[in-house]
């Protein structure tokens, strides 16, 4: 019985799935006319103007973690500690969102 069990199992195990198909019927995302450099524009204010609150963010989360150690106040040093984090992690986000918004968009297929 377990030897036509195990015969059985490597026939299913053999079978090949059908392959899905990779085309995406030829559509490639592109702009409206006109419209590409005015994106690229918002885009890039957008990345410089998120980059430049991640870095005031940091710093003052470096400031209140100093002043919280020095003045012995743990719930300053906390929220210090806690904008560390809120860096970190918008910084991440910062990166893997754009990282999503070039392949949504697309430079051509």
């Given amino acids: 019985m377990s030897d036509v069990l195990a015969t059985k199992l490597l026939v299913v195990m053999a079978a090949t799935p059908t392959p899905l198909p990779t085309s995406n019927g030829g559509v490639c995302p592109q702009a409206p006319p006109g419209m590409q450099s005015w994106a690229d524009q918002v885009l890039a204010?957008?990345?410089?103007?998120?980059?430049?609150?991640?870095?005031?963010?940091?710093?003052?989360?470096?400031?209140?973690?100093?002043?919280?150690?020095?003045?012995?106040?743990?719930?300053?040093?906390?929220?210090?500690?806690d904008g560390l984090m809120m860096c970190l992690v918008g910084a991440i986000i910062y990166v893997v969102g754009y990282v999503i918004i070039s392949s949504i968009t697309g430079s051509g297929c």
Wanted: hydrophobic share 60%; charged share 10%.
């Fill in 45 to 81: 204010w957008v990345k410089w103007g998120v980059l430049a609150i991640l870095a005031i963010s940091f710093f003052v989360s470096v400031g209140m973690l100093i002043w919280g150690r020095v003045t012995h106040h743990p719930k300053g040093a906390r929220l210090g500690f």
